[in-house]
């Protein structure tokens, strides 16, 4: 047994014994969650009564490839925006490629990011990229001060050393670095961009705490709608509260179904008077195409060789559907044909996640359904992604008031600001399909006490 599977089982020991089956203590862990606004339309956040463990090596593992790739990634976007070719690769909309081309005052291409990360048998694999400045890293700040406090987790200290992986500060800083780059010299007045739906009364909880950290830290903060931002006399507004940056949680693909290229927000970019974070040139890497052009090894030839031993070793082959030759695993093939071919050991993704398109792995399909999947993905922008081995462990659920011990999905998210990962945190869902039960757990580093 090693030492993960050794702590997870002991605490699953800790919470089946006697003091702990009482699940007072888990209610009160539910109200605290309501009360610190981790929740999102009426559901909690995390539904999961354990916290994601990794230990010190893994972490400096991760750590370690995905600056790597964040750093290839980068070389990736550079060349994008000096080919016209190769952003047509991408299959960006029209308008994104406008707000591409912009300038967005700052040189970082992203201020924050995440990969979506399988750690299975001491191997890694990442499979997405995410650069709309992601969600979970506010969520699984507040998470993790909670979970440390619980009655099993003190219990469970008495054995192990447990460290948080915070990333509030480094997102603060690394929008501070934004800022004074984009020529910012006061403090900056942040409004956090957010949609809010019909049916939705107040605004998403991670939006909220976000805000209430940022005052704390002595910054006027605002969530705003952009149905609210006004663009006069060189100022972005929300009534009487000046924006000198844009906290976008917002992704363009979505910002452009509602609103077109005169909208306040992008005059006030164009002009140079608002700093946007994350920038609309991070769209560039955040098309799933963009892993297409990462795993082609005729672009990335000239790359620093740890690099491209990063890509070989940690990102699936991927491509672009359509009707062409590429190479797989150094062979040449009709890619139409192998991917007809190959159900079981590949999934169709579309472009963008931002539509109603979804996922189709080939392994969990007939062939009909898989050649329907393959002709819907001609008609519109989808990826081909080889299959990759999931992580999955068991996890106790609150439900319905019982705990319940159920297999799990696990996925990883290292958090990058600026380049650099700081800090990291966990999606758990039951797979592939609809399920009541998913949601982000707090990450600990795990590390036995002498």
């Known amino acids: 047994m090693s030492q993960l599977e050794e702590a997870i089982s002991r605490y699953q020991k800790i919470l089946e014994s006697e003091p702990y089956q009482d699940l007072a203590w888990a209610e ?5 969650m309501q009360a610190a606004h981790l929740t999102e339309s009426g559901r909690l956040v995390c539904p999961f009564l354990r916290p994601h463990f990794l230990t010190r090596r893994q972490y400096e593992t991760l750590i370690k490839a995905a600056e790597c790739l964040f750093s290839a990634i980068d070389r990736i976007k550079q060349m994008v925006l000096a080919d016209r070719s190769l952003m047509d690769r991408l299959e960006l909309l029209p308008a994104e490629k406008m707000l591409a081309s912009l300038d967005p005052g700052y040189p970082y291409l992203t201020v924050s990011s995440l990969l979506d990360t399988h750690m299975t048998n001491g191997s890694l694999s990442f499979i997405q990229y995410d650069a709309d400045t992601p969600a979970g890293m506010i969520y699984g700040d507040v998470l993790a001060d909670l979970f440390y406090e619980i009655p099993p987790m003190k219990e469970f200290r008495k054995r192990y050393t447990l460290t948080k992986l915070a990333s509030r500060k480094h997102l603060l800083d690394a929008i501070l670095a934004a800022y004074r780059h984009f020529g910012g010299q006061r403090q900056p007045r942040i409004g956090i961009l957010e949609f809010r739906q019909p049916f939705q009364a107040t605004s998403q909880g991670e939006y909220i705490l976000l805000a209430e950290y940022l005052r704390q830290q002595g910054y006027e903060a605002e969530i705003v709608n952009p149905d ?6 060189g100022v972005l507004r929300r009534g009487t509260f ?8 917002v992704k363009a693909h979505e910002f452009l179904l509602r609103y077109d290229l005169s909208h306040p927000l992008v005059r006030a970019y164009r002009d140079g008077k608002v700093c946007v974070v994350n920038s609309f040139r991070s769209e560039l890497a955040h098309k799933r195409a963009l892993f297409d052009l990462l795993t082609d090894e005729k672009l990335t030839a000239d790359f620093p060789a740890a690099e491209r031993k990063a890509i070989r070793q940690y990102i699936p082959w991927t491509r672009l559907v359509g009707p062409r030759k590429t190479t797989y695993h150094d062979q040449e093939v009709d890619l139409l044909e192998f991917i ?6 590949l999934i169709l993704k579309p472009n963008d996640d931002a539509g109603d398109e979804h996922p189709v792995p080939g392994w969990e399909v007939d062939q009909a359904t898989w050649e329907k999947a393959l002709r819907r993905a001609l008609r519109t922008p989808y990826v081909v992604q080889e299959r990759v081995e999931v992580a999955r462990t068991s996890f106790p659920v609150l439900f319905y008031g019982q705990m319940e011990v159920r297999e799990m999905q696990v996925e990883v998210h290292p958090h990058a600001f600026l380049g650099k990962v700081q800090g990291c945190s966990c999606w758990v869902s039951a797979g592939s399909g609809f399920s009541m039960v998913e949601g982000l757990t707090p ?7 002498e």
């Not at 007809?340 to 050991?345: A, I, S, V």
């Not at 990450?443 to 006490?449: C, N």
């Open 228 to 233: 609210q931002l006004e663009y006069r006399a």
């Open 340 to 345: 007809r071919n190959n159900r079981e050991k």
């Open 28 to 32: 009160k862990l539910v109200e605290q």
């Open 242 to 249: 000046e924006i000198d940056v844009i906290y976008r949680r």
């Open 443 to 449: 990450v600990f580093i795990l590390e036995p006490k």
